[in-house]
Nanobody, 115 residues
Framework: VQLVESGGGLVQPGGSLRLSCAAS????????MSWYRQAPGKERELVAA????????DYADSVKGRFTISRVNAKNTVYLQMNSLKLEDTAVYYC?????????WGQGTQVTVSS
């Protein structure tokens, strides 16, 4: 079982990035898939989540209207489209998969928003 994030990088305020989380060893459509982030000196926080099956989504208030979580089942991949990035979005972003007692994490990808 593995989750591999990619797509992080350095971007200016107002810019966009798309993060990818490629799952292997399990079918991500059967799991609640989430993106978390952790900034230096802060606790890890939930950014966005998408449920299994119907794919309902939920977002942290701080990213509503700017970030979009999606899932492409054929690629077994979850995405986080991040628009209108702000300085405070700088963090390591982690992908998470949960189903019952199963709880998997990726290694994280760094997103730095800086002018």
């Amino acid at each position: 079982v593995q989750l591999v994030e990619s797509g992080g990088g350095l971007v200016q305020p107002g810019g966009s990035l798309r993060l990818s989380c490629a799952a292997s060893g399990f079918t991500c459509s059967r799991y609640v898939m989430s993106w978390y982030r952790q900034a230096p000196g802060k606790e890890r926080e939930l950014v966005a989540a998408i449920t299994s099956g119907g794919g309902s989504t939920d977002y942290a208030d701080s990213v509503k209207g700017r970030f979009t979580i999606s899932r492409v089942n054929a690629k077994n991949t979850v995405y986080l489209q991040m628009n209108s990035l702000k300085l405070e979005d700088t963090a390591v972003y982690y992908c998470n998969a949960v189903r019952g007692l199963e709880d998997y994490w990726g290694q994280g990808t760094q997103v730095t928003v800086s002018s």
